[in-house]
């Protein structure tokens, strides 16, 4: 027991980070990381395990590239406007306004930085939320 004695005990209680709210912004933001690495290498391509059937019927496990649409674009007079999808949608800030303007294309990776940053502290939550509460069908 000179050991034990020697360690301080505590009552063990485990984070929840099960709840909605905590795996919405896991998903976003590896939705984000994703962005950032496009931004960084315009070449950027994940992959993915694909199962496929040869022509014997035999399945083997296939690893393919990964589809995946950059969130920013450039408009007519320079700026770019950069968007935050969850889902196949992009989440409206405002209403009607579903883009955030910056001055050029180098300022998209410090902007994807500053959003991952909100969602972790849950700033998303309630746009996620109103988000997925306007895309439920209505039950009849």
Do not use: C, H
Request: proline share 4%; net charge positive; no cysteine.
């Amino acid at each position: 027991m000179k050991v034990l004695s020697t360690l301080k005990f505590v009552a063990y209680t485990p984070a929840n980070n099960n709840t909605v709210e905590a795996t919405r912004r896991r998903k976003l933001v590896a939705k984000i990381e994703e962005q950032l690495a496009l931004a960084a290498n315009p070449d950027y391509q994940p992959t993915k395990i694909k199962r496929v059937k040869d022509a014997e019927g035999n399945v083997e496990k296939v690893e393919v590239a990964k589809r995946i649409k950059r969130w920013w674009s450039a408009t007519a007079d320079g700026k770019v406007n950069l968007t935050v999808r969850y889902g196949s949608k992009p989440i409206e800030f405002a209403k009607g306004k579903n883009a955030i303007e910056l001055d050029n294309e180098e300022q998209v990776a410090a902007t994807l930085l500053k959003v991952k940053e909100a969602v972790n502290e849950g700033e998303f939550d309630a746009l996620i939320e109103a988000q997925l509460s306007a895309n439920k069908k209505p039950v009849k």
